[in-house]
């Protein structure tokens, strides 16, 4: 997610730290690695296994999400992102704590969604035009839909998963959280990507209103997806995604049950 921020005349030097990725990213990464090769080797509890597994991978795709939003927007000419840490890829550097990490983490958990995470602040006086203003806002959906369409792939070519069932089952939910963040992330609404894609393109009046609704646009999102039809609506879709990337139902079923060790 992008917000949009005024701070005209701030200049601030940027150093090679601030592009240095920080302990905190490559400890999730570490987390993540330990959880695939320990629910690849079925050592210990599975469910275990799988929840340092999946916990860890989304966490780390939030921050990769995120970096992807302030890369561009520094090489669109806003060097602040650099100054506020963006560029470390370290999730605590958001504005919003909860947005950023604790809800998306809720929602993985209890409801199997790839909730659109952390914020990023981004002046966009300091941005070279609109196309660029626009693609700033996209990188981050279009991170999701690589890491999307990337763990779907090696289930074309794998013939047997019997041997390491544990593992491709949470390789595969991780799969589809990220179609369902591909999904969010470009819903057309205030404050949220799909939305800030749109917006450098409407007429200012539209924009002021665009501006009232943004800092409520996630919450609003997050108020529809409980609409029992509108659920069945976005999981239908999500559903019909990961068949056309030949993502075995089954699978992503088994990690999520799995992940939810206390069921």
Known sequence: MVIGRSRRGLVIGVGREAFR???????????????AVMAWNDFGNPSVDV?????AGWLVSLCLHEYAHALLAYRAGDVTVAARGYLTLNPF???????????????LLMGGIGLP??????????IRGRLADSLISAAGPAVNVVLAVGLCLPFAFVD????????????????????TASLLNLAPVPGVDGGNLV???LSPRW??????????????????????RVNNIFFSVVFAVSDLLGLPSSLYSRGFDLLQFWR
């Open 21 to 35: 990725p920080s302990p905190v990213f490559l400890a999730l990464v570490a987390l993540c690695v330990t959880g």
């Open 51 to 55: 929840f340092l597994f999946v916990v």
């Open 93 to 107: 550097k958001y504005t919003h704590p909860l947005l950023s990490v604790v809800l998306p983490v809720v929602f």
């Open 117 to 126: 995470g952390g914020a990023v602040w981004v002046d966009r006086h300091n």
């Open 160 to 179: 047997n998963i019997a041997d390491h069932e544990t593992f491709w089952a949470g390789f595969a939910f991780l799969a589809f959280l990220q179609i």
């Open 199 to 201: 917006k450098p393109w």
């Open 207 to 228: 924009q002021r209103g665009f501006d009232v609704i943004a800092p409520w646009g996630m919450l609003l999102l997050i108020a529809v997806l409980f609409e029992p």
